[in-house]
Structure formats: C-alpha cells, structure tokens
C-alpha cells in the first residue's frame, strides 16, 4: 500500500488539509470544521496557539499573535511574536504542522508528504520559501501546484474534457487570475496575472478606516490600544463575512475604549452598497488583471468557457457582478471557494500516489430563485418590472440569501412578495412559484428598506421571509417544490420521449424507422395562428380582470391609466395587432405590479 499523501491549501486567511477516500477528496475535519485559521500564537504561559484559539487571542493579545503571514513569505522580513522573532517560514511550518497532526490524527496513521499549493503569481523564492516551510514542518513536498491549477482539479477531477477556463482567486491576502486550458488530462496555465498584496485583508482595512472614521466623528481625536485596534479589526473582517450574504452588517463592541473617564461602545451599521463602494477600486483592479490575462493567453472573454471562483473573498456579490456584466461570464461556485484548492490538491495528491479520482461531489441547486421588482429604465425613463436574483443557479445547497428592496410611495402599507424560479430577468418568462403580502408597514417616506431573504434547504424547500427592518414585522412562507420543476433539457427529453410513443403508432417506413403520417392540410398555418391569438386572448382577459379588482382603490390618475389600457388591449385583440397588444400588456402589468406593491 502506497503511503498517504494529504493536499494542503496553506491560505492567508485560512488553511485547509484533504485527502483523496473512496475516489473522492475529503476535507478533514479539526474538532468541528475542516477550516484551520492560518494564524499562530504564544499565550502567557509560553503555550503554542494555532488556528482558532490564536485568532482569539489576535483580539485581546495581538502583540502574541501573528496572521497574514503568506504575504511575508520570500521577502526576507522577520516577524515578532511575543517578543521573539521568525521568519515567515517557521510561522507557515508552525500551521503545516498543525494541518499535518490534523490528518494523521483523522487517518490514525503517519503522514510524512504533501502536496502544497501557492499562488500562479508567486515568484520561485516565494515557492522555495513555501517548500521550506513544508521541510521544517516535517513533510517531503512531493509537489507544488498553482493554486488555479488545483481549483480545475477539483471541478474536473482526471480532466479528460478539452476546454478552456478561467479561475479567479481572490483570497485573504494575495489574488491571481489564470486562464486554464485542459486537454487530455493535463491542466495548464497558459496565462496568469495579479497581485500578491491584494486580498480580503485589504478589504478589511477599508472597513476599519470607516469604522475608524465613524468613531471619530463621534468622540473627536482617538487614542486606541492594540486591543482596541485588534478588536475593531476582527469585528470588520466578520462585517465583511456577513455582507456577503446580506445587505447590511451591525458591527457591536461593548466597552472599546473611555473618553473623559466614559466607557465608549461601538455600534454602527454598514450596507452592502457602502462596503461595495469602499472596496470597488480593487475589484475594478482584479478585472484589470483579468483583462491583461486574457491578452496573454491571446483570447478573448467569448473563448472562456468557465469561470471558477476560488478564495473566500471571491464571495463578494461585486465580483460575480463584474464578470456577469463586463464579460458576459456567469460563474461557477458549486464548490466552497475556501475549500476547493484544498480538494484541488488532494485530487493532485492522489493521481501522484496512483489512486483512482473524481470530482468533488456537492449538490446545487439547478435553478435561479428571484423576487420582481420594479426598476427605473434610463433609456425609456419609466420603471419596468424585473426579477432581481437572490440565490443563483448552481449555488451549493444549503444556501441562505438576503437583499434589501424599498417602498416606492409614502406611507405605503403593504408589499407584495412574488418568488420566481428560472433564469430571465422578466417575470413573465420564469415559473411563479409563490407569493404572499407583508401587510400593516409603518407610516414611513418612500424608501422603507424591506429585507427579502431565500433559504434553501437541502431538501429542496425554499423559505422565504419579508421583513420591515425598522419594526422588525415580517411574513414568510414555505415552498415545498421549488426544486420539482422540470429544466428546458429535461422537458425536452421529455418531449422527445412523448413523441416517440406517438411515432410507434403511425406507419412504418421500409427501414424500420417510425415515421408519423402527415395529413396535408392547406390551412396549418392559419390555424396555428388562431391557437396563438387564442391563447393571448386568455391572458389578455385575466390581465384585465386583475386590472378592475383595483380600479375602486387606485387614486384618479391611475384609473385613468387603467381604463386607457384596457381600451387598448380590446382594440388590439379586435384589430389582432399582436405588436400593439403585447405593448399594452406589459405597461399594465407595470401598473398593477406598482398598485399592489
């Protein structure tokens, strides 16, 4: 039997040890989780902290503590760590050790080589410093491979598929683009840009100099100890965490300094829009890279047929953002992007040990979950009713999604929560799969905030909540099938598979082959087309009778516009202008959609 060869992701932020069991990578777990915190500490008793219990201590103790460590790594600086000094090798020894006691405590056996991954930007000094640490940590570094290199691996396991994508890793502390191309079972970067300063560190930064900011407007020229500093800075990184997912964070420390003798607690809120704003010029900077990786590798956004996020800090709606609407690039993140370089080179590490391996195995959801919502058109200066997405098609489930939407008149009482599944931007051409009213809202301006959140469990049910965030009212309900419906392929195989059982009974050609018997009939064409103006009647119909349900409770104005409107569509289905018809339903359906938000 081979001996076992663990993959490790040693990250800024975190780390992470797999190894390939039954074909597949395993994360291995520390006590309850798979993460290990990539910082390093020494307590008051001259006690070794790794993980969990030294980001603790970062708080109270930062003087003892060290993070952030892999952006030293290759520059020849020293660190201090209570009051002695190493070098950033022995600190990324000191969690490889420790990632390494965690497999050989998981796999109740010795575990002596690694597969490590780094950055595709890293020079050689930083990669011979990172197989230094690897050799004083007691491992053989049978391989480094580029962190990119390792996300592929996790997505394509024995990668047989000729393609070409691209991974963007934006981690804690250091952010590379690569593009990728895979043919025969080999992966290679075939270009690669970034930056080694440029991460979720940063982005925490920001957060503490607004919050810094907000502190001194309040309590005029500060005077902060390390503690204080530390503290501030962990309670940005978990805003940073939190806004990922919602659309606002509450940062909260009691007793953070005195002023005059007063104790001083902080306690501000920041939204998505402020952070996105705070961190938006190294993102733009990030698409930058993406751009001169593309001209390396001589293609352009159109050649790319995946994008993979990798690194937590990728989690940033921004991002995907970005790709969606500069490159037209949707991407993937089926796999956790702090765990898939980590699955990346246990895969590496089992095709060196001559394993049998295969992707990593993770459920998703199939379909986009979205909510309408009306939005002002610059181009027609008139608002159209959109579908805004809350939880994405092929986000890992279980996933938990939150945005915040506003009232669009004063004093508005209630709102109307309609839940779509599909993927058009317009209501009409997606699946209603639920809806529920949020009534008796607060005397309030136009812009009450209202948060929507989606909940989708692993069972397939999604639940979804409205809450009034400043009364805290809500309204939820639950959607047991939102996962049953059937996607465009599978209703086109079903379709196919109908249509083969009516073929079996026409006649049969010579080769065996059933062919369905077709009566000429001179007038198809046309009837096609009464089934079509039919079928728009109908709709035409309902959409009018939902008008007059609000004719008695709509100001003057919009009964005005309602009546115009429902003269308009009877011209037109009596004249059969389907161009004029289909015009004059969608402006009443922006209308009733208003009425009864």
Known sequence: MNEIIIGIDLGTTNSEVAVIQDAHPVLLKNQDSVILP???????????????????????YPERTVKS??????????????????????ISAIILKSLKEIAEKQLKQKVGKAVITV???????????TREAGEIAGLEVVKMINEPTAAALAYEGDAHLGKTIMVYDLGGGTFDVSVVGIENGVIEVIASHGNNHLGGDDFDR???????????????????????KARIERAAEQAKITLSNNPFATVKEEYLFEKNGVPVHLDVEISRDEYEDMIRPFIEESM???????????????????VLLVGGSSRTP?????????????PHCEIDPDLCVAAGAAVQAGMINGEEVSTVLVDITPYTFSTASLQFNMQTMSYDVVCVPLIKKNSPIPVKKSDVFYTMHDNQKKVKVEVYQGESTVPNENILIGEFMITGLSNKPAGNEIIDTFELDKD????????????????????????????KEDMDKARDKIGELFNTSSDCDIDGEYTVVDEENENEEETAEQQKQSEEAVKAEALIKKAETLMDDAESEDQEELVELVEAIRDALKAADGTRL????????????????
Request: hydrophobic share 40%; aromatic share 6%.
């Open 460 to 487: 397939g049910i999604l639940h979804v909540t409205a809450i009034e965030k400043c009364t805290g009212k809500s309204k939820k309900i639950e959607i047991d099938n939102a996962m049953a419906k059937l996607d």
């Open 288 to 306: 930058e890279a993406v751009h001169i990786a593309l001209k390396g590798a001589s293609l352009t956004a159109s050649d790319i047929e995946e």
């Open 119 to 129: 950055p595709a930007y890293f020079s050689d000094v930083q990669r011979q410093a």
């Open 582 to 597: 289909d015009e004059s339903m969608h402006e009443l359906n922006e209308i009733i959609f208003y009425l009864e938000s």
């Open 69 to 90: 460590v892999k952006r030293l790594m290759g520059s020849g600086e020293q660190v201090k760590m209570a009051g002695k000094e190493y070098s950033p090798q022995e």
């Open 206 to 228: 920001k957060i503490v100099e607004h919050i810094l900011e907000y502190l001194q407007e309040e309590h005029g020229e500060l005077s902060l100890s390390p503690e204080a």
């Open 38 to 60: 990539s910082y390093v500490g020494v307590d008051e008793d001259g006690d070794l902290l790794v993980g969990v219990a030294a980001r603790n201590q970062y708080a109270v």
């Open 318 to 330: 921004l991002v995907q953002q970005y790709f969606e609407e500069e490159l037209g690039l949707i």
